[in-house]
């Protein structure tokens, strides 16, 4: 299909663009640079974000509100960013998934939970300050709210998964919550439940959604609280006509699998997403080392075999963009000119030239030629 040519602006419009003239004479690096001394979100189209306010959400997990700078293209609810900060010198991007609904003001918001050992949850949750500046992404993700939202629905969140479910009740709520829905949100304990007085509140103003909170660690239950993991039995009690209603589970990948399981022949549709870094390498490739060479920059690593690219050439002192090291946010993906690699999540090898491999959930299975 041949490609359609963009209208140029009128050369007068175009010679008046003062970053067209800039652009000439100065790097966006360098302008970023002293625009940021004057303003700390101003850049020539670096997207950034001021932290304008933060809220306690459960025990261990705080909403920060951000405001983007107008490089920002907006987000659909559903969706994920990837954040970067500076920590102790060192560079680190993480994704996150934004809770809210899109805002008249135009600030996001992003909830995290904070993970034991991981320093960029740590940092968010503890140290990050009101007017504190991230990195931000572009917004990325596909299980947004469809064209037409007819028909019952049904969300089934385990723990963080509550996040992007939660941007999309409340477009919905918005909407006034034009079809029936229900939430069964999991938790190992009350205290680590976000977002509870909000979904009660909507549950008594909208007779149509319908919120279940379930308790995995929980001796005592409080009303509207059940206990025990995702299971046929508990489906059939809460959902009675789960076949006529479209799916949307997220959380962490064991529960993801089960309620695929359960779930995706019996209801009207089935869409997920799972939270779960992949193994940090596979057995069936156990030992050994393969030559990684980089094309574009003509160097050739030696790597062990079965383990997450990203995880190995970082290893050998190679910084490379990464957001979510999961193989969701396509941060991490090269083009691969030749040999095999074997997808970590599903063992899968493929041998032909890729021109996305994402390096996070990938390992060598044979020497390699990447187009880094
Ligand atoms: S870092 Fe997100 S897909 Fe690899």
């Known amino acids: 299909m041949n490609a359609v040519p963009r209208p140029r602006p009128p050369r007068a419009a175009r010679a008046r663009s003062p970053l067209s003239l800039l652009h000439r004479w100065v ?16 850049t020539w189209e670096r997207p950034l974000a ?7 959400q459960s025990r261990d997990a705080v909403t920060l509100l951000l405001q983007p700078n107008r490089h920002w293209r907006g987000f659909r609810p559903g969706q994920h960013v990837n954040l970067g900060v500076e920590i102790d010198g060192v560079r680190m991007t993480r ?23 991981g320093r960029m949850s740590r940092h968010l949750c503890q140290d990050a300050r009101i007017g504190d500046v991230v990195d931000l992404g572009q917004a990325f993700g596909e299980m947004t709210w469809p064209q037409g939202t007819e028909g019952a629905w049904l969300f089934l969140a385990g723990g963080s998964g509550i996040t992007p479910l939660m941007s999309l009740l409340r477009a919905h709520a918005a909407n006034g919550l034009p079809t029936a829905l229900t939430l069964l949100y999991w938790a190992r304990n009350r205290d680590e439940l976000c977002f509870v007085d909000e ?22 239950l409080a009303e509207g609280e059940h206990s025990g993991r995702i299971g046929s039995e508990m489906l059939s009690a809460l959902v009675p006509d789960l076949e006529q ?95 095999t690699t074997r997808h970590l999540h599903t063992g899968d090898a493929i041998g032909e030239p890729v021109s996305a491999l994402r390096l996070c959930v990938n390992a060598a299975a044979s020497d390699l030629v990447l187009d880094l």
């Not at 790097?27 to 979100?41: G, K, Q």
């Not at 899109?102 to 918001?109: L, N």
């Open 27 to 42: 790097a966006p690096d360098v302008f970023d640079f002293w625009a940021t001394r004057l303003h700390p979100t101003w």
């Open 50 to 56: 001021r932290i304008v306010g933060r809220e306690a």
């Open 95 to 117: 994704s996150y998934s934004l809770s809210d609904a899109p805002r008249a003001d135009g600030r996001i918001a992003v909830t995290v939970k904070h993970i034991e050992g």
């Open 199 to 220: 979904l009660r509140a909507l549950a008594q103003r909208f007779p149509q959604f319908t919120v279940h909170f379930v308790l995995t660690r929980e001796r005592e």
């Open 245 to 339: 209603r479209a799916v949307y589970a997220c959380g962490p990948g064991g529960f993801v699998d089960s309620a695929r399981t359960l779930v995706a022949s019996n209801a009207r549709s089935f869409s997920a997403e799972a939270f779960t870094p992949p193994p940090t390498s596979i057995d069936a490739e156990a030992g050994g080392n393969v030559e990684v060479t980089l094309a574009a920059s003509g160097r050739t690593l030696s790597v062990p075999r079965g383990q997450s690219l990203l995880t190995a050439l970082e290893g050998q002192g190679l910084k490379l963009a990464s957001g979510c090291r999961m193989g969701i946010c396509n941060t991490c993906a090269c083009g691969k000119v030749s040999g």
